[in-house]
């Protein structure tokens, strides 16, 4: 039987992931099982947030979208999509920007999350959400804040203040 190739995706117990749309989960353990007469390996995954656990074939990691926690460049990089407020929001219905957003969240990319956040708040100074919106937005949010406390190792509440700090300044 061939060996499994190694790939870049591969996590270590312990390591802090990304699953796009649930947030940061920590590897619990790594598990070789025999499924239908052949070895697979699997990541068992506990999500920080919710405490789901998701059990993921390696072999499916890349089609997921799971990866490892963003670099404090790129998050300097998220931040640089934040301050930016030269931007137009799509004035088309609100659900076909709730899909466009949606679509952005399940991407798992914190560039992608940074543009609805960014874009949500954008709207947000030119008109009251719908409930709709803001639980996008809250979202959106959970996802970053929780992701950007890990990656500059500090609490969420210091980068949820970060990120209103930024969104006043540009308020007023």
């Not at 099982?33 to 052949?38: L, R």
């Not at 699997?42 to 074939?57: A, C, D, N, R």
């Not at 609100?94 to 874009?119: F, L, M, P």
């Amino acid at each position: 039987m061939a060996k499994a190739k190694k790939t870049t995706y591969e996590f270590s117990e312990g390591d802090k992931v990304v699953y796009p749309a649930h947030g940061v989960a920590v590897v619990d353990s790594i598990e070789v099982k025999n499924v239908a007469g052949s070895e697979h390996t699997f990541y068992h995954l506990s999500v920080l947030e919710t405490g789901m656990k998701i059990m993921i074939p390696l072999s499916r990691v890349e089609t997921v979208g799971l990866r490892k926690v963003v670099d404090s460049k790129t998050v300097d990089k998220v931040y640089d999509i934040l301050r930016d407020r030269n931007v137009t929001v799509d004035t088309q219905t609100w659900n076909r920007r709730h899909r466009e957003y949606t679509q952005k969240i399940k991407t798992g990319s914190v560039y992608e999350i940074a543009k609805v956040i960014r874009d949500l708040s954008v709207l947000k100074g030119d008109k009251e959400l719908s409930f709709g919106e803001r639980k996008m937005l809250d979202t959106a949010q959970g996802l970053l804040v929780k992701e950007i406390s890990i990656a500059k190792s500090r609490t969420e509440d210091a980068v949820l203040s970060e990120l209103n700090e930024l969104f006043d300044c540009h308020a007023a």
